[in-house]
């Protein structure tokens, strides 16, 4: 019978004693311990023999055991004296192979202490290291482990109970003759997300509109952005939409390496799955849970504190030698479902470590990192490099971020064109936003607003007045409206629409007879328009090609022109 790891108790691995340890054996496994240190067991029951193992194993000198054991069991030992004491029970497994669990009917049939499977199984049987579960910050995780009485032979392993980030020991690579300069338009881009939240609640249509008005249209990027905004207060959701919140108003006026250091802060403790967006895998089902924050602190404690370039494969390599269970804190790699994007496998194992966190590890360098200006990054023969920005080191050193900053006044053109430059104040930008239409963006260019009579509508309807709005402009300009502007605000405030142009397709008869039936028959009379006149009628783009069918209905075929 094989023991139902399930129907284990919880218990506190930390601070355990021999007793403790012996206590979750079956009996039959203590008189095995107990016939190794020449304890006959025989006939007592499983409280005297926890009690005369437990004597008899407080009276063995651990450093001198460890001396006297074989290369292989003394590896694994050494290797739990230098982790304080436990190791996660997949990880240990991985390196020194398993035990195997056996319910008591099949321990006396196939008696595995006389052929050990493993050095890790040898140790078992010998009473020298033990399993349990302890709570830890990243769950409840299961651990071998070595009894107090035990690590008391190695006081200095205990001398620090936090572990300690090894230092990097990565080289520097020759800088690459091109590469990626550091960004820094997810300040932008987020004020553009912001905007629209503002105006159009980022209903499903509104986000149809982001490929054109984004600078980096990236759909990750872009959920990467959204995340950090409700995370950080942002975007709340209310009845009508996503809307902005006093907190983005607050960030918004922050210089932009203060907004870059608060998504950098956000980021670092978001939710946000850096591995589910990881190219070429795909992440199945929501049973299985990994913790981002894992691995964006494996990074960041692995990354030199130079400004100088290094090949992202190094370091993959040292976190891989150093700190290869980074989000996986138990050690266990079978049980994640994920998959090869291109040919659909499933990937499990440690021996396919590469395929998963050796991916995860150079996409966080070129994608979060250097969407919020944290990296460089460039190609060499095939090969990934980075570097880190003067605002990373500023970063990983506590140091706080710049605030002064220069912005340039927004342009107000005689054509009620708003010209927005890149460096102008985010803030603004925002409020140029609710009383305009955004045109689509073009990377290196200023953005372009445009006041029309339906953003001033709009901007009515947030309870801006048209007064407001020549107020905004022109203390946003810095200098006085153009007059047909200003005239163009006031027309609207004081008598709305006067004109309006309108796409549509013309339909042109020419005996005005034609005309009415097609007005009053109900197969073609839904699809015509305003009149246009005795012989003509205007006909909505989306309404044509009905119009079309439903007139050879009536016998009535119509000439398209072949420009349409």
């Not at 990881?278 to 089902?285: D, Q, R």
């Not at 929501?286 to 030199?304: E, G, K, M, S, V």
């Amino acid at each position: 019978m094989t023991l139902n790891l399930q129907s284990l108790i919880f218990v506190e691995v930390v601070m355990r004693s021999l007793t403790q340890a012996l206590q979750d054996h079956e009996l039959i496994v203590l008189r095995v311990i107990g016939e190794w240190w020449e304890l006959d067991l025989t006939g007592a029951d499983k409280a005297a023999s926890v009690a005369a193992l437990a004597e008899r194993l407080a009276q063995l000198d651990m450093a001198q055991e460890l001396h006297y054991l074989p290369p292989e069991e003394a590896a694994a030992m050494e290797a739990l004296v230098s982790a304080n004491g436990r190791i996660p029970v997949a990880a240990l497994e991985r390196e020194h192979g398993a035990v195997r669990l056996m319910g008591p009917g099949r321990l006396e049939r196939e008696e595995p202490w006389f052929d050990p499977q493993s050095p890790t199984e040898a140790l078992w049987y010998r009473g020298f290291l033990y399993r349990g579960f302890d709570e830890t910050a990243e769950g409840v995780i299961e651990f071998y482990y070595l009894p107090d009485e035990f690590m008391a032979y190695f006081p200095q392993a205990r001398e620090t109970t936090v572990p300690q980030t090894a230092p990097s020991t990565l080289t520097p690579v020759d800088p690459p003759a091109e590469w990626e300069t550091a960004v820094t338009n997810a300040v932008d881009d987020l004020t553009t997300l912001l905007s629209l939240a503002q105006t159009t609640a980022l209903r499903p249509e509104a986000l149809d509109k982001l490929r054109l008005l984004l600078l980096n249209p990236d759909t990750d990027r872009r959920s990467l952005l959204l995340t950090l905004a409700r995370e950080m207060g942002m975007l709340k959701q209310t009845e009508t939409g996503i809307r902005p919140t006093r907190a983005a108003v607050n960030w918004l006026q922050q210089s932009r390496e203060q907004q870059l250091r608060a998504l950098a802060d956000a980021w670092s403790q978001s939710d946000w799955n850096d591995l589910r967006h990881t190219p070429g895998l795909v992440c199945e089902g929501d049973h299985w849970q990994n913790d981002p924050i894992l691995a964006r602190t494996a990074l960041l404690d692995a990354l030199p504190r130079t400004p100088d370039w290094y090949a992202a494969a190094d370091l993959t390599v040292l976190i891989k030698e150093t700190d290869p269970d980074f989000q996986r804190p138990d050690g266990n790699y079978d049980t994640w479902y994920i998959r090869e994007a291109a040919g659909g496998e499933y990937i499990r194992g440690f021996e396919h470590w590469d395929l998963v966190e050796g991916r995860l590890i150079p996409w966080l360098l070129r994608g979060p990192l250097f969407w919020l200006g944290l990296t460089e990054t460039a190609v060499r023969d095939d090969q990934s490099l980075y570097r880190l920005t003067d605002r990373t080191l500023e970063w990983l050193a506590n140091q706080p971020a710049p605030s002064q900053e220069t912005r340039v006044p927004l342009v107000v053109q005689p054509d009620a064109t708003l010209i927005v430059p890149h460096n102008a104040d985010r803030y603004v930008r925002f409020q140029a936003a609710r009383i305009s239409e955004a045109s689509p963006v073009t990377p290196g260019q200023p953005y372009r607003y445009r006041l029309t009579p339906r953003s001033l509508a709009q901007a009515q309807k947030q309870g801006i007045a048209p007064q407001r709005i020549i107020q905004f402009v022109t203390e946003a300009g810095g200098r006085p409206l153009p007059a047909s502007v200003k005239r163009g605000i006031e027309r609207w405030g004081e008598k709305g629409v006067e004109a309006k142009l309108e796409t549509a397709v013309i339909l042109r008869v020419r005996d005005e007879k034609i005309l009415e039936t097609l007005r009053a028959n109900p197969k073609t009379r839904d699809y015509i328009d305003q009149s246009l006149g005795s012989l003509a009628a205007a006909v909505r783009p989306e309404n044509w090609q009905k119009l079309r069918a439903a007139a050879a209905q009536l016998g009535l075929l119509l000439e398209i022109d072949t420009r349409m």
